[in-house]
């Protein structure tokens, strides 16, 4: 297992849950990682990505201002927090690295290795 995401779970709208993403056995250092999510019937889109040189956050219009980025050095771990859950936010969450400096930082194609995901549900 290289990306293993954890922290879904059921909760209500207007709860908070914490998702976490642990490396190991990466062959390469990531010089992003990102959050991606899928919900029944839609395609996967982008969440959130964090730079491991210098820390830069980028989150979607969809979330921001809820759902923060976050990352341990120390222990090779990408974090986010989710605030204010809406059932909108209901989702398979993937976590995924790349290699490169990406520009295109939000674009799925781009990332190399992909977690298993993490279900969230949001009930209302």
């Known amino acids: 297992v290289q990306l293993q995401a954890s922290g879904g779970g059921l909760v209500q709208a207007g709860g908070s849950l914490r998702l976490s993403c642990a490396a190991s056995?990466?062959?390469?250092?990531?010089?992003?990682t990102a959050w991606f999510r899928q919900a029944p019937g839609k395609e996967r889109e982008f969440v959130a990505a964090i730079r491991w040189n210098g820390g830069h956050t980028y989150h979607a219009d969809s979330v921001k201002g809820r759902f923060t980025i976050s990352k341990d050095n120390t222990k090779k771990s990408v974090f986010m927090q989710m605030n204010s859950l809406g059932v909108e936010d209901t989702a398979i969450y993937y976590c995924?690295?790349?290699?490169?400096?990406?520009?295109?930082?939000?674009?799925?194609?781009?990332?190399?290795?992909w977690g298993q995901g993490t279900l969230v549900t949001v009930s209302s």
């Open positions: 056995g990466l062959t390469f250092r990531p010089t992003q």
């Open positions: 995924a690295a790349s290699r490169k400096v990406l520009s295109a930082i939000r674009d799925a194609r781009e990332y190399d290795v």
